[in-house]
């Protein structure tokens, strides 16, 4: 008798909801990270490395706190037991991060440590290395290599596509930050309890979690081409690049991932907004949008003072010394009115005989438009309210028969008493 072998059955396909459970729980061990939506991000940024080529651009994540002994390390440490050929470091040059990452068929996921040494107040700026990661951001992105010798060579592109974690102190370049989901690490609180990972035993664990992952992502792969998950309300342009391949991955994953994910989403793109130094031209102009505060026109001098005295404003100490009228008036122009001409300050008369230099809320407008976060509600009611004050004082029709006809009262300025 020819004994009966049972056939082989096909092993039940991994559900991805509980598979990004599995890999949040594995990080809670040893990972205490500041809010829930920081766990979403992490977790789905795992599961992404997993599945670069599906997706035009690959979200930067970054650990950042303002001291040591945050926990940065320990969250790369962990990343790296769970991402493909992952590549953990503390010093890279442009050479080496170029050579490492151009070979699409041995990617590896890049976990670069005190990456404030590198781009910190006593960096030299490393531009080369700034602009390979922000190149590698997208999959389109490559850099320009001579190949050759002599008269022979030729321009190559060279791709540089490739996922990207950081920790660092402090914060990073601006057009890093924009391609990054942003994580504030601290240090632990005494009731914040963590296991202490031991690589010998733990790494494996990691390891496992890292082989279903690619395993899930082949099962994945082929619906996530070319998807264009739902992006939360208010969320486009550089964020939505940079959510746009998490929220698939929770798209696929199902169960409570979806909604988890646009939730955190929401949640770190504000707080990214609110943290959000930005450059020191879009703070001007939105502090100089709340001081006209529905104001037609004012003075330089007084713009002068009242930005001195905001405060958690760099107004009072600019390089030193309080802002002057002529560093008022060079950062203005770089920005430029609805007609397309710099902003420049204007004569205002203050009296039948005298004037002064002082800006026109009408040449500023666009720039606030385009610029300017919201006003907050409270600022728009304050706004709103001194516009009509300001009417009644100093009624105005045309911009350039106020400057000549219209004179400020010397004890009133252009705003509201």
Request: glycine share 6%; aromatic share 6%.
């Given at each position: ?134 190149s590698g951001h997208r999959r389109s992105g490559v850099v320009l290599r001579c ?71 082949d099962t994945v792969r082929g619906s996530l081409n070319d998807v264009w998950p ?188």
């Amino acid at each position: 008798m020819t004994e009966h072998t049972p056939p082989r059955t096909a092993p039940e396909p991994e559900d991805g909801a509980a598979l990004l459970d599995a890999v949040e729980a594995h990080h809670r061990r040893f990972n205490v990270f500041p809010s829930e939506a920081a766990y979403v991000a992490v977790v789905l940024w795992d599961a992404h490395t997993h599945l670069l080529d599906c997706f035009e651009s690959t979200p930067r994540i970054a650990f950042l706190s303002p001291e040591p002994g945050s926990g940065k390390t320990r969250a790369l440490e962990i990343i790296e037991t769970l991402t493909p050929r992952p590549i953990l470091t503390t010093d890279v040059s442009p050479a080496a991060l170029f050579r490492s990452v151009c070979d699409p068929e041995a990617r590896p996921t890049v976990l670069f440590d005190e990456i404030d040494t590198t781009f910190g107040p006593k960096a030299a700026g490393n531009e080369d290395l700034r602009g390979l990661i922000n190149s590698g951001h997208r999959r389109s992105g490559v850099v320009l290599r001579c190949v050759g010798d002599g008269n022979t060579q030729t321009v190559q592109p060279f791709p540089v596509y490739a996922a990207l974690a950081m920790g660092g102190l402090g914060d990073l370049p601006d057009t890093i930050m924009s391609r990054s989901v942003i994580i504030r690490m601290r240090r632990r609180a005494p009731n914040e309890k963590t296991e202490p990972f031991r690589e010998r035993i733990h790494a494996a664990e990691g390891h496992a979690l890292r082989k279903r992952l690619a395993t899930w992502a082949d099962t994945v792969r082929g619906s996530l081409n070319d998807v264009w998950p739902e992006l939360p309300d208010g969320i486009s342009d550089r964020p939505a690049d940079v959510w746009e391949p998490l929220l698939a991955v929770a798209d696929a994953a199902g169960g409570h991932w979806p909604a988890r994910a646009r939730a955190a989403c929401v949640q770190l793109v504000n707080a990214a907004k609110a943290n959000d130094k930005g450059s020191v031209g879009i703070r001007l102009l939105t502090d100089l949008r709340d001081i006209f505060a529905g104001a037609e026109r004012l003075l330089s001098a007084d713009l002068l003072s009242k930005l001195a005295e905001l405060d958690d404003a760099p107004w009072a100490d600019l390089d030193g010394k309080p802002i002057t009228a002529r560093a008022l008036a060079r950062m203005l122009g770089d920005y430029v009115t609805a007609d397309n001409d710099p902003i420049k300050p204007r004569n205002i008369k203050t009296g039948p005989k005298s004037s002064a230099k002082g800006y026109y809320a009408s040449d500023l407008a666009d720039a606030w438009l385009r610029y300017c976060p919201p006003p907050s509600q409270e600022a728009a009611t304050s706004a709103t309210a001194a516009t009509a004050q300001v009417r009644a004082l100093f009624p105005v029709a045309d911009t350039a028969e106020v400057a000549d006809t219209d004179p400020l009262p010397a004890t009133h300025s252009a705003t509201a008493p």
